[in-house]
């Protein structure tokens, strides 16, 4: 059985960080990518950034680089995201996705039925 579990979010003041986790098990693959999305309150998911299984990074959110980071471990069943000054407008769930795929990740549009597997995602809340 796959799953993916996210941990990491809670409430948070404007300003300050906050460092996602999201932890893989039973992928039956030995190459899947992972992403990242959120979704606001009464908004629809939107992905965030992924990484491929060779490492290599792909941010959906151009709005994010500078304060968005993803990283994970070797083996590759645990990865991060790390959310630097946060914003009102980052409030929402966060979830952590994966599908197979060789080399490099899903490309919009349409990412959401791209990704195989989904976590029940863990809330971010960002008070002013």
């Known amino acids: 059985e796959v799953q993916l579990v996210e941990s990491g979010g809670g409430l948070v003041q404007a300003g300050g960080s906050l460092r996602l986790s999201c932890a893989a098990s039973g992928l039956p693959f030995d190459d899947y990518a992972i992403g990242w999305f959120r979704q606001a309150p009464g908004k629809k998911r939107e992905g965030v950034l992924c990484i491929s299984s060779t490492g290599s990074s792909l941010y959906y959110d151009d709005s994010v680089k500078d304060r968005f980071t993803f990283s994970d471990n070797n083996p590759k069943n645990r990865v991060y995201q790390q959310i630097n000054s946060l914003k009102p407008e980052d409030t929402g769930r966060y979830y952590c996705?994966?599908?197979?795929?060789?080399?490099?990740?899903?490309?919009?549009?349409?990412?959401?039925?791209?990704?195989?597997?989904w976590g029940q995602g863990t809330l971010v809340t960002v008070s002013e």
């Open positions: 996705a994966a599908l197979t795929m060789e080399t490099g990740c899903p490309r919009p549009p349409n990412l959401y039925p791209q990704f195989e597997y």
